[in-house]
């Protein structure tokens, strides 16, 4: 069963703000979006920065409330109707890890208190004494020590920050983690600290990952099935060792060449330069896209690419697939 279901949602930004606001720039920073995650499944979200990503999460535990679209918990409760105490609840089911432990903990708070601060107003608080052995327990999980609790988050390293976050958001025993560029703040040897810690917990608790992530590569390595993004869009969707073996759309593919050691832009040069193409920022659209999202950055558009809009289709032969290979293209 699907834990938690995106159906077809879309939030767009204001870029204007106060008077300017009538002329009614907007950011298209998700557009359409649909997908679901199963129970135990680990979920992947990639692109480049400013695909939408974040606001896509965002919009599954509604920090932001979407302009069209709904989101679905276990296939029933519609999240998006759900009123204070429902939405404090499912919250307390779907917790949300932030990219940058540093500035997503209270300087002032003990990290004993930096755990229970929203378990406390929880329906399950167990008092004071059960929750501090929880605390103790789970700082274990994480790899910290329990004495750690007394301690303050600035007395911590980056990657020991990151483990008080998920300690934080594994108190209150949720059935959904959504991580968000979790490992992309610390250094490289301590990314793979923390992916392993994800691993370990992932393998001991029934729990479900929204993993967001810019490295395909790593989330091909953490993910059972992946979404790729790009302009608000899902351009490809299909198991990591699918995606791994045959991706099929440009997109996909030029993400994977940038991971061996080059930023996607450069990546977009080398392959633009060999068809006659320059452009390589990403940028999120302003206005509704008529054609490909990806049509200015693709070697492969033509002419019927910047006018045509093409769907996400499922490829032949997996229509019978409970999880089919999805792609966004027409050349494919
Ligand atoms: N609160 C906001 N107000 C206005 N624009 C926003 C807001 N949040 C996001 N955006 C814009 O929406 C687009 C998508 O942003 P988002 O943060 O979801 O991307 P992302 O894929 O998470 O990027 P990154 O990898 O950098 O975290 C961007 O163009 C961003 O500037
Ligand atoms: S539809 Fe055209 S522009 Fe878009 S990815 Fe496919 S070939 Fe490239
Ligand atoms: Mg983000």
Not at 226 to 232: D, K, L, N, P, T
Not at 292 to 307: H, I, K, Q, T, V
């Amino acid at each position: 069963m699907a834990i938690i279901q995106a159906v077809n949602l879309k939030k767009k930004f204001n870029l204007e703000a106060g008077f300017f606001a009538r002329f009614g720039r907007f950011v298209y920073a998700v557009n359409d979006v649909s997908f679901s995650i199963e129970e135990n499944e680990t979920y992947g979200l990639v692109g480049e920065s400013g695909c939408g990503k974040t606001t896509t999460a965002r919009l599954l535990v509604r920090m932001y409330e979407p302009d069209e679209g709904s989101v679905l918990f276990h296939d029933r409760e519609n999240v998006l109707t759900l009123k204070r105490k429902g939405l404090r609840q499912y919250r307390e089911k779907v917790k949300y890890i932030f990219q940058d432990p540093a500035r997503s903990l209270n300087p002032r708070m003990t990290v004993y208190e930096v755990l229970v601060s929203g378990y406390r107003w929880s329906s399950r608080w167990p008092g004071e004494q059960k929750a501090r052995a929880e605390a103790a327990s789970i700082m274990e999980e994480v790899g910290m020590a329990p004495s750690d609790l007394e301690r303050r988050p600035a007395e911590f390293s980056g990657g020991q920050r990151q483990r008080i976050s998920i300690a934080r958001g594994l108190i209150m025993q949720p059935s959904l983690l959504i991580c968000d560029e979790v490992v992309s703040a610390l250094d490289v040897s301590i990314q793979g600290q923390i992916l392993n810690l994800l691993l370990d917990i992932r393998g001991r608790r029934n729990l479900s990952f929204l993993f967001i992530a810019h490295d395909l590569k790593v989330a091909c390595y953490f993910c059972d099935r992946i979404g790729v993004m790009y302009r608000g869009e899902l351009m490809e969707e299909a198991s990591a060792a699918d995606l791994y073996e045959k991706a099929l759309h440009p997109y996909t593919k030029l993400l994977f060449s940038s991971v061996a050691g080059k930023t996607p832009a450069v990546a977009q040069n080398e392959m633009n330069k060999e068809k006659g193409f320059f452009q390589s920022e990403v940028k999120t659209p302003v206005t509704e896209l008529a054609g490909c999202a990806f049509a200015e950055r693709c070697p492969l558009a033509d002419e019927g690419c910047f006018s045509g809009h093409p769907e996400l289709r499922i490829l032949p032969g997996e229509e019978n697939k409970k999880h089919p290979h999805k792609v966004r293209c027409f050349k494919v």
